[in-house]
C-alpha cells in the first residue's frame, strides 16, 4: 500500500511540474489555423510586387510559404539561399513565397534600407512590410526567422523557427510537407 501511494504521490508531483513548465511559457501562443490576411494593403508597403491578399492567392490555387524576417537578424539572412532555392525548385508547381519584414530596429523601418536589403540578397517574392507589427501579432509570431507553409484552403499547415539550410533538418521537413501539398494539389 506504501509502495502504491508513493507512486500516486510521484505521479501527482510529475503533473503538477508538467503542467506548471507549459503555464510558464508565458504568453507564447501558437499560430491561428488559417492564415490571416495581410494587414498593410498601401503600395508603398509591398516589395516586388503589388499589395496581395491572401483570399486572392488562395483563390489562385497557390501554396504559401510567409517568410517572417527583418534585415539586420543574421539567421534571418543566412537562410535565404536556402528559401532562394526552394522558390526556384518549386514555384512554377504553385509556392508562393511571401515575406513579412517586421523591423527589431528603427533603421529597419526604413524602406529605402530595406529595398537595399531585398536586391543585396537577391529576393525576387513579393515582401510586405510590417512595421507597426500588426502581422507579426496576426500570426502569433515571436521568433525571426520563422516560416509558415499554408496549404490551398489557407490553412497553416507546418510551421519551424530558426535558421535553415539546404539539406538541413528543418529543410527536409518543411519541403517533405510541401512535396506533399503539391502532390495533393494535382
Same mark, same amino acid.
Given at each position: 500500500?506504501? $509502495? =502504491?501511494?508513493? &507512486? @500516486?504521490?510521484?505521479?501527482? @508531483?510529475?503533473?503538477?511540474? @508538467?503542467? %506548471?513548465?507549459?503555464?510558464?511559457?508565458?504568453?507564447?501562443? %501558437?499560430?491561428?489555423?488559417?492564415?490571416? !490576411?495581410?494587414? *498593410?494593403?498601401?503600395?508603398?508597403? #509591398? &516589395?516586388?510586387?503589388?499589395?496581395?491578399s491572401?483570399?486572392?492567392? &488562395?483563390?489562385?490555387?497557390?501554396?504559401?510559404? &510567409?517568410?517572417?524576417?527583418?534585415?539586420?537578424?543574421?539567421?534571418?539572412?543566412? %537562410?535565404?539561399?536556402?528559401?532562394?532555392?526552394?522558390?526556384?525548385?518549386?514555384?512554377?508547381? $504553385? =509556392?508562393?513565397?511571401?515575406?513579412? *519584414?517586421?523591423? !527589431?530596429?528603427?533603421?529597419?523601418?526604413?524602406?529605402?534600407?530595406?529595398?537595399k536589403?531585398?536586391? !543585396?540578397?537577391?529576393?525576387? *517574392?513579393?515582401?510586405?512590410?510590417?512595421?507597426?507589427? @500588426?502581422? #507579426?501579432?496576426a500570426?502569433? /509570431?515571436?521568433y525571426?526567422?520563422?516560416?509558415? =507553409?499554408?496549404?490551398?484552403?489557407?490553412?497553416?499547415?507546418? *510551421?519551424?523557427? $530558426?535558421?535553415?539550410?539546404?539539406?538541413?533538418?528543418?529543410?527536409? /521537413? =518543411?519541403?517533405?510537407?510541401?512535396?506533399?501539398?503539391?502532390?495533393?494539389?494535382?
Amino acid at each position: 500500500m506504501k $509502495g =502504491l501511494a508513493f &507512486i @500516486s504521490a510521484a505521479l501527482f @508531483s510529475i503533473a503538477i511540474i @508538467s503542467n %506548471s513548465a507549459v503555464s510558464n511559457q508565458g504568453n507564447r501562443k %501558437s499560430p491561428p489555423l488559417n492564415l490571416p !490576411e495581410f494587414t *498593410h494593403q498601401q503600395a508603398n508597403s #509591398w &516589395i516586388n510586387s503589388n499589395p496581395l491578399s491572401v483570399k486572392q492567392l &488562395i483563390a489562385d490555387n497557390k501554396i504559401l510559404l &510567409i517568410d517572417m524576417w527583418t534585415f539586420d537578424c543574421w539567421n534571418c539572412y543566412r %537562410s535565404f539561399p536556402w528559401l532562394n532555392a526552394l522558390e526556384k525548385k518549386y514555384q512554377k508547381q $504553385g =509556392l508562393q513565397i511571401i515575406g513579412v *519584414h517586421t523591423p !527589431e530596429f528603427d533603421h529597419e523601418k526604413i524602406r529605402a534600407n530595406i529595398v537595399k536589403k531585398v536586391k !543585396e540578397f537577391d529576393l525576387h *517574392h513579393p515582401i510586405m512590410i510590417d512595421n507597426n507589427f @500588426s502581422y #507579426w501579432r496576426a500570426l502569433n /509570431n515571436r521568433y525571426w526567422p520563422a516560416y509558415y =507553409l499554408v496549404n490551398q484552403q489557407g490553412q497553416i499547415v507546418y *510551421h519551424h523557427i $530558426g535558421e535553415t539550410h539546404q539539406g538541413d533538418r528543418k529543410a527536409r /521537413n =518543411l519541403e517533405q510537407a510541401l512535396q506533399k501539398l503539391l502532390a495533393d494539389k494535382k
